[in-house]
């Protein structure tokens, strides 16, 4: 029972424009969601986090928005960079269980010259 | 700072045999988590601990244990090896009190043949 779900598995996209990376989760109980870039033979990097109190937050060119209606957030990088081709992960966590995170299967991102 | 470091960063195995790796948090955290990532299954967390304690654990068999030293390095151990137990162990340190956000090592991989 995946609680994170990213539902693409890759995305390409050309460097300068947006990249948009969408996670789901089912969970209602989750209250802080992180995205984290992982390449090759390293660990997860940490990127931006939002609260559940908050619907966006934004760090330089990343903007994470979140929809807890839909139970849905996405990542947006602006502009693109082909030093952005990683593998991200949409991670969710909630009060009762802070160092126990949730992740999502990964979505892996290529930013093309 | 230091990041979190993890030693060693590869490791062979044979099934049946047990393994203990390590991991050093960044200076003034007080939580370390550990996750492994298989290709199949992605990244699961296998248990957290904090103040020496453990805090929070996932769904691994008992075969999977770890502890943490007052100096916050902990180490985690998996008896009995098996073949399905190759993968990259991960840890990640927090302050555990006022922050979600977890800060990976480099990952220890491990195989076991």
């Known amino acids: ?113 | 700072k230091a990041g979190v470091t993890q030693t060693p960063r590869y490791l062979i195995k044979t099934r049946g045999q047990q393994v203990t790796l390590s991991c050093s948090p960044i200076s003034g955290h007080r939580s370390v988590s550990w996750y492994q990532q298989t290709p199949g299954q992605g990244l699961q967390f296998l248990f957290e601990y904090f103040s020496e304690t453990q805090r929070n654990k996932g769904n691994f068999p008992g075969r999977f244990s770890g502890r943490q030293f007052s100096n916050s390095r902990s180490e985690m151990n998996v008896s009995t090896l098996e073949l399905g137990d190759s993968a990259l162990y991960l840890c990640a340190s927090s302050t555990g009190t006022d922050s979600y956000e977890q800060y990976f090592g480099p990952g220890t991989r491990l195989t076991v043949t």
Not at chain 1, 62 to 77: D, E, G, P, Q
């Open chain 1, 1 to 113: 029972d995946q609680q994170v779900k990213q539902n693409s598995p890759s995305l390409s996209v050309q460097e300068g424009r947006i990249s948009i990376l969408n996670c789901d989760y089912t969970n209602s109980m989750f209250d802080y969601f992180l995205w984290y870039k992982k390449y090759p033979a390293e660990g997860p990097t940490f990127l931006i986090s939002i609260s559940s109190i908050k619907d966006k937050n934004e760090d330089g060119r990343f903007t994470v928005f979140l929809n807890k209606s839909a139970k849905h957030l996405s990542l947006h990088i602006v502009p693109s960079q082909p030093g952005d081709s990683a593998v991200y992960f949409c991670a969710a966590s909630h009060g009762g269980s802070q160092g126990n995170l949730i992740f999502g299967k990964g979505t892996k991102l290529s930013v093309k010259p």
